[in-house]
């Protein structure tokens, strides 16, 4: 292949932590969630050439997979539904061919807003074909209106909104989908405390959706949107923001787990028998607080906030690599940033 017209590169952070997770959903209308974007980052690099043949205008490389294949634009979707609909959204240039490359060093449903990282930054880095650039809250809102209206999924806004704003939020969903975002400024030695005392824990298996999380939809569609248990959810949310503010780390963990309860209250499987585990044991090693990611299920990760001693985390993440060979500590960073893009030549 010749020489590439221009290489566009765009990084989008993966999210933790979502107290007030299920509030932000079609279901419940409004909602209040936190969230704290972090890396590992998805990341996207797309080489663009002058466009030679339609037949073989667009390769995807799927790095994690080991999959490099080239979009046949009569038969959609047929491998990664999500990639594909978004390039098709985003509607390439005729007169561009393009070689796609998407990598996240975040396993693949760890319950970390993963796939809407990819998306993101996918979006992100397709617009630089565009005259016009999209802010970071259009290119949440496009990539949330793929997975729920195109492809049918269920899905919040909350996991788009944090990959495209990077940072600590907190997100006001006035009326589904329609949110503000309001970033959490906090001095620079909360931040790095924050950072140092926080843990990731993938629990080794990818989450699914289930029969549970629908029967879960399907409780919560009948109590209505302001029914005690998406309150219960709403309330943590707020909670967690003003900890943070009052540089309160043993709020913010309290926070964390009556989120964790409430998902509980939803339906007990919603914390697994392996997350449970994990929590038993960061709780015997005195940790402020956990947050099972996400909707909650089989699989997926633990968040964990850990006490001031940095040894006793250390000793934690050991102990619960060792208690399940499947078990594994995720490094992570906080995200200053979110959608960044960028291009050579």
């Known amino acids: 292949m010749s020489k590439p017209l221009s290489i566009i590169n765009s990084v989008a952070p993966i999210r933790i932590c979502d ?78 061919s393009l070689e796609v490359s998407i990598y996240s060093e975040a396993p693949g449903g760890a319950s970390t807003g993963t796939s809407a990282a990819v998306t993101v930054a996918l979006i992100g880095g397709l617009d630089r074909l565009s005259p016009g650039q999209m ?61 140092r005392r926080l843990a990731l824990v993938y629990l080794g298996k990818s989450h699914r959706s289930s029969n549970v999380h629908e029967m879960v939809i399907r409780s919560l569609v009948s109590a209505g949107p302001d029914c005690q248990q998406l309150n219960d959810l709403r309330q943590t949310a707020s909670r967690s923001r003003d900890a943070l503010f009052a540089d309160d780390f043993t709020a913010l963990g309290a926070a964390m787990i009556e989120n964790t309860e409430a998902q509980s209250r939803l339906h007990p499987a919603l914390i697994s028998t392996e997350a449970a585990r994990v929590i038993e044991i960061a709780k015997a090693h005195g940790a402020l607080g956990w947050k099972v990611n996400g909707a909650g299920g089989n699989g997926g990760s633990v968040t964990i906030l850990c006490d001031a001693a940095a040894q006793v985390k250390r000793a934690m993440l050991r102990t619960i690599e060792q208690e399940n060979p499947l078990f594994k500590n995720i490094p992570i960073y906080l995200s200053r940033y979110g959608l960044r893009v960028w291009k050579q030549g």
């Not at 909350?158 to 906090?186: K, T, W």
Request: aromatic letters at 12%; a negative charge.
């Open 135 to 195: 802010t970071p809250h259009e290119v949440a809102s496009a990539a949330q209106k793929i997975e729920t209206e195109i492809l049918g999924q269920q899905c919040g806004i909350q996991d788009q909104l944090c990959s495209a704003y990077g940072g600590i939020n907190y997100i006001e969903m006035f009326r589904y989908p329609h949110a503000s975002v309001s970033p959490i400024q906090i001095p620079n030695t909360t931040w790095w405390e924050l950072e």
């Open 19 to 96: 107290n007030g997770g299920w509030t932000d959903t079609w279901f419940a209308g409004h909602g209040q969630i936190f969230n704290i974007g972090v890396y590992p980052y998805a990341e996207v690099q797309i080489a663009v050439y002058p466009c030679e043949s339609q037949e073989n205008r667009i390769i995807i490389n799927a790095e994690n997979y080991g999959e490099r294949y080239v979009i046949v634009p009569e038969k959609h979707w047929d491998k990664h539904p999500l990639l594909e609909a978004a390039i098709e959204y985003m509607r390439v240039p005729a007169n561009l």
